[in-house]
């Protein structure tokens, strides 16, 4: 991104429409989900969360991994993507019979049989999702995050109200269900509305072949992140009761909003710019520092303010009820600070066509949960939490590392960039957390007094530090407000 102008303002820009479209719908959710926990029972968002490694590796499958070989690849016909669009309704139908068929035992083996029919419900969504994926797809390649924003927003706000509606009339489960149907329903039907593309009547196996080898182990790796990322999900439901695991999917979602969100946001900018110029290493290297220090910038107060101010936050947004949310965020909190950062050294390996690498870090890190869900479990939720954190923070060792052998910015150079923000947040933090010592009555206002003490007091560390990236978004604010403030004279 530095040493090229054009390239920079188109990230900017990109990357502001791609956090609306993040943070717009999130905010929505978030919302929603507040109001549907205050509703409905942490039993019954753990029922729906036994069902979410199901769900989510069926959307793995029906992409097939092509999403990203389009976004990839340079030289792209329509060919391709007709084609690309046909194969993925098939694959829709072959999934949601596949999960259909399975529904009764997957509630055997959570011996649940409630689930039956929830899932089988469920399965539609992946018919409904295959229609869009590919309006999507040429959406995110031509950096059009200004219209998903408009859908997601659209999306996400109709469905928060028909899951509100049922939770009022008393369908309990069936609310979450429901919510979940109609966001996939309104997000295909509004790219529709909003995308010119069409499928042509054309179909070409060589086309599908020119892809599959890059989707191939994207395919692969994805299916193992999902399954594996899912996994303390399946050992929690199976072995606690579904309360437990309503307790852990709600501190997981608190999570997961901040660090996911800012994730998702720099990987849908990052991906087609890195594979724009995939073949200059000094451009790649120079936009993965860029993009480290935003995320640094960015989620270490946010995930260091999640643990520091657990209390008074889950107390204000859920309630009493859901206290036992507390431990588990303020744990989680540790993982969410290695996520984005792991997450973007990925997209540089994808960006670069090196798949292969990306699915043999995947198996090696997937190896790591699975020894740490073996030696952990026994020893409950807030044990498997603490495998978490050791799993997550050898995935991020691993990424970089790899990573920087491609393109020559190394694990030690990353940490060397980090340090200073994580100090900024982490001094940040210490002072947020004495402020719990305060005789304050009341969560609300003390989350208050937390969240905007923590505020003021990292931007001026920021700003006495002089952090790079902060200095950088300063001058800018600065010159925005001189600009305007020109006009106006």
């Not at 959570?110 to 994926?133: E, K, M």
């Not at 991020?396 to 694990?411: A, E, K, M, P, R």
């Not at 957390?433 to 609300?444: D, R």
Request: proline share 3%; with cysteine.
């Amino acid at each position: 991104m530095s040493g090229s102008p054009s390239l920079e303002s188109r990230a900017i820009r990109s990357g502001f429409w791609s956090a609306i479209g993040q943070l717009g719908p999130q905010a929505v959710q978030f919302i929603v989900s507040i109001v549907l926990a205050r509703l409905l029972s942490p039993a019954e968002f753990g029922l729906i969360g036994m069902l979410s490694v199901f769900i989510a590796l069926g959307h793995v499958l029906l992409n097939s991994g092509f999403g990203g070989a389009l976004i990839q690849k340079k030289d792209v016909t329509e060919v391709h993507y007709s084609s690309v669009f046909y194969t993925n309704i098939l694959i829709s139908f072959i999934v949601a019979g596949a999960l259909w068929l399975a529904a009764p035992r997957i509630a055997s083996f959570y011996d649940q049989p409630t689930l039956i029919s929830p899932t089988r419900a469920l399965s539609l969504n992946f018919i409904f999702a295959a229609f869009g994926l590919i309006q999507r797809t040429l959406m995110t390649k031509r950096l059009d995050f200004k219209t998903q924003s408009k859908v997601s927003l659209i999306a996400v706000a109709g469905s928060g109200i028909v899951g509100i509606a049922m939770a009022l009339l008393g369908f309990g489960l069936w609310s979450l269900v429901a919510q979940s149907l109609s966001a996939t329903l309104f997000n295909s039907l509004l790219l529709w509305v909003f995308s010119s593309w069409r499928p042509r009547r054309v179909f070409s196996l060589n086309a599908l072949r020119e892809l599959f080898g890059f989707s191939s182990r994207l395919l692969a790796s994805g299916v193992l992140d999902t399954v594996f990322g899912n996994l303390y999900n399946v050992v929690i439901g199976k072995l606690f009761l579904p309360a437990d695991l309503g307790y852990y999917t709600r501190a997981s979602t608190l999570q997961q909003l901040p660090s996911q969100t800012l994730g998702g946001v720099v990987g849908r900018v990052a991906f087609p710019l890195f594979s724009e110029i995939q073949d200059d290493l000094s451009k790649i290297k120079n936009g993965l520092r860029k993009a480290v220090r935003v995320i640094a910038l960015v989620n270490f107060p946010v995930m260091i303010g999640l643990m520091v101010t657990a209390r008074p936050l889950v107390l204000t947004l859920l309630g009493e009820k859901w206290s036992p949310v507390i431990s588990y965020l303020q744990l989680l909190a540790i993982v969410g600070l290695f996520y984005p950062l792991s997450l973007i050294n990925l997209i540089v390996l994808l960006a670069k066509g090196r798949s292969d690498l990306y699915f043999r870090l995947e198996i090696i890190k997937k190896s790591l949960v699975v020894i740490s869900l073996a030696i952990t479990w026994r020893w409950g939720i807030v044990a498997i939490i603490g495998g978490q954190i050791v799993v997550a923070i050898l995935s991020y060792y691993l990424n970089s590392y790899y990573c920087g052998t491609i393109i020559g910015y190394s694990f030690k150079s990353q940490i060397h960039d980090l340090l200073p923000y994580f100090g900024a947040a982490g001094m940040m933090g210490s002072i947020v957390y004495m402020l719990n010592w305060l005789l304050i009555t009341g969560s609300f206002p003390l989350l208050v007094l937390q969240v905007l003490t923590g505020a003021l007091i990292y931007i001026v560390l920021c700003r006495g530090f002089r952090l790079p990236v902060f200095m950088d978004m300063w001058r800018i604010i600065q010159g925005r407000f001189g600009a305007v403030a020109k006009v106006r004279d």
